[in-house]
């Protein structure tokens, strides 16, 4: 592999002699005149190691080394001085160059600094290379799956992981949303930065607020000491905003804040703190619709969702079912210390065949209680749950012919609402029909 090489110095005679002396030593050169002149060479190339000299106009060296180190961290800088800046040269190595050398140049030295410069780039590189591949294979194997669309949903992850851009996940409860936030952070580079989950249906009003952005010391009554809120503990890395389409009108004045300006105030506080906080946040609810009612934020809507991920209903990828439930089987086989070999062929068309309002929760609580109910070696129909028996005659419905359209309509709703145990939302998508005709039908079927 070729090595680029970046000199900057404003000498051409120092400069042009030490590019060839490096051109022959088998180096790529790209040489500038002052540190303005090198950035932008590093901002376009990819530059292994820089040697600068320290005074030069427009942009010194000891500027170019803080910019390299700030936004460079694995680019070793080499610093060239003359006498009479060795004590500057010194101090350098304290803001993070590699070395210095003194002028006139000792080549071979400096060739020899050189090479054991690259080499230790080159492992640490090696190793952030290795880290990012096992975080890759550790996110990837929390999730199972590989129907068209869960492909799709984690090549989606893997592109947008590396940003910073604001990540809304729908879908219904029970699909994986949390697994998604999990995977994203793990594959981004604040992998090891603080990542914070708030839970925002499950807190109060006021709470909601102190607990995102903190409170003073006698805020409010039960304040009695300072505290840090969620988005200062996890700045430089991320926050999990869960169930975001809950939030309270005030709420979201202030996430659009943090969103459009990174600053906020503490609740009852004055001091404006800023923080560089990555947001992903989740919802079972339909945003859009919420907008259009007036209960949420159009603005706050679009900042955080930059980038949607939407992950289907189990029932429309049912080809994961199969892998799913394996997969669970063998966990909670291990877990319950039981040595279950695999299922009979009747269980599997029951589990591919089912609703699962419920999603992968359902079906992973629904693994966990045949395995435990499982006496033998294979998992047979008996050890499903009653209502799911049978292929499962609860999971149809009987109508005789010479029924009227409207009977049989009345039929296959109340089994539907009766197979999602009442709850009319889930039914509604279910029969893929809105929640308002649904709500119609049923208060008809009560009057007659
Ligand atoms: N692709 C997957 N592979 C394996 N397990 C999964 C997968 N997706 C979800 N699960 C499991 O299913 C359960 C539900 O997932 P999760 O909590 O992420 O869902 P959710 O969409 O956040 O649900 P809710 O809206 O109810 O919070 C978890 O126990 C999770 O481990
Ligand atoms: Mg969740």
């Known amino acids: 592999m070729k090595f680029n090489i970046l000199v900057a110095d404003d000498e051409v005679n120092i400069r042009r002699g030490l590019a060839m002396g490096l051109t022959d030593e088998g180096y790529n050169v790209y040489e500038a005149g002052n540190g303005l002149e ?70 071979d030295h400096l060739f020899l600094i050189i090479k054991r410069a690259l080499s230790n780039r080159q492992l640490v590189l090696e190793h952030n290379e290795l880290q990012a591949q096992v975080e890759k294979m550790k996110a990837s194997s929390m999730i199972v799956g590989k129907s068209p669309k869960m492909r799709q949903i984690m090549e989606t992850v893997e592109q947008v992981a590396g940003t910073r851009a604001s990540i809304l996940l729908t879908g219904e409860s029970g699909v994986g949303k949390e697994v998604i936030a999990n995977a994203i952070q793990s594959l981004s580079d604040r992998r090891d930065k603080p990542f914070i989950k708030v839970h925002c249906a499950a807190l109060a009003e006021g709470l909601l607020e102190s607990e995102l952005f903190g409170h003073e010391k006698g805020a409010f009554t039960n304040a009695i000491a300072r505290k840090k809120g969620k988005f200062e503990l996890a700045d430089k890395g991320t926050i999990f905003l869960d169930e975001i389409g809950e939030i309270n009108q005030n709420t979201q004045v202030k996430l659009l804040r943090i969103i459009q300006e990174r600053e906020f105030e503490r609740v009852g506080g004055e001091e404006t703190i800023k923080v560089d906080v990555r947001i992903i946040s989740a919802t079972n609810r339909n945003l859009e619709q919420e907008v259009k009612k007036g209960n949420f934020r159009e603005d706050l809507f679009y900042r955080l969702n930059v980038v949607n991920i939407n992950i289907p209903p189990l029932r429309e990828r049912r080809e994961d079912i199969p892998l799913m439930a394996t997969a669970f089987m063998n966990h909670f086989a291990k877990e319950n210390n039981k040595q279950i070999n695999g299922m009979d062929s009747k269980v599997m068309a029951i589990l591919y065949n089912n609703p699962w309002p419920g999603n992968i929760r359902e079906l992973q609580n629904c693994m966990e209680n045949a395995v435990i109910m499982c006496r033998g070696n294979i998992l047979t129909v008996d050890d499903l749950p009653f209502a799911m028996r049978k292929d499962s005659g609860d999971n149809y419905v009987k109508i005789r012919l010479g029924t009227t359209l409207d009977n049989a309509e009345k039929s296959i709703i109340m089994a539907t609402l009766d197979m999602c145990k009442g709850n009319k939302s889930k039914a509604a998508e279910v029969l893929a029909i809105g929640r308002k005709t649904l709500h119609r039908k049923l208060d008809e079927y009560a009057e007659n």
């Open 38 to 107: 090198a950035l932008k060479i590093i901002a376009s190339k990819d530059v292994d190691l820089v040697i600068t000299d320290l005074k030069m106009p427009e942009m010194t060296g000891e500027e170019l080394l803080k910019n390299i180190t700030a936004n460079y961290k694995n680019i070793p800088v080499i610093i060239l001085t003359g006498h009479g800046t060795i004590e500057t040269a010194v101090e350098t190595m304290h803001n993070g160059a590699y070395d210095f050398m003194t002028k006139p140049l000792n080549l």
